[in-house]
């Protein structure tokens, strides 16, 4: 079982990002990178 465990958590992860994609949640994480990484550098 140890032995197939990335291949466990690499194919959650593919099947993870792909229904993040598809529901359409690329310009919302996307906007509160841009809001997050603005505030740390002190611009935002």
């Known amino acids: 079982m ?6 466990f958590v690499t ?3 593919i099947v993870l ?3 993040g ?3 359409g949640e ?3 994480v996307w906007h509160k990178a ?3 990484c603005l505030s ?3 611009i935002g």
Do not use: N
């Not at 140890?2 to 291949?7: E, I, Q, S």
């Open 11 to 13: 194919i959650a992860f």
């Open 40 to 42: 740390c550098i002190g």
């Open 2 to 7: 140890r032995r197939y465990l990335p291949l």
């Open 26 to 28: 690329v310009p919302v």
């Open 17 to 19: 990002l792909a229904l």
């Open 21 to 23: 994609i598809w529901s």
């Open 34 to 36: 841009i809001t997050i």
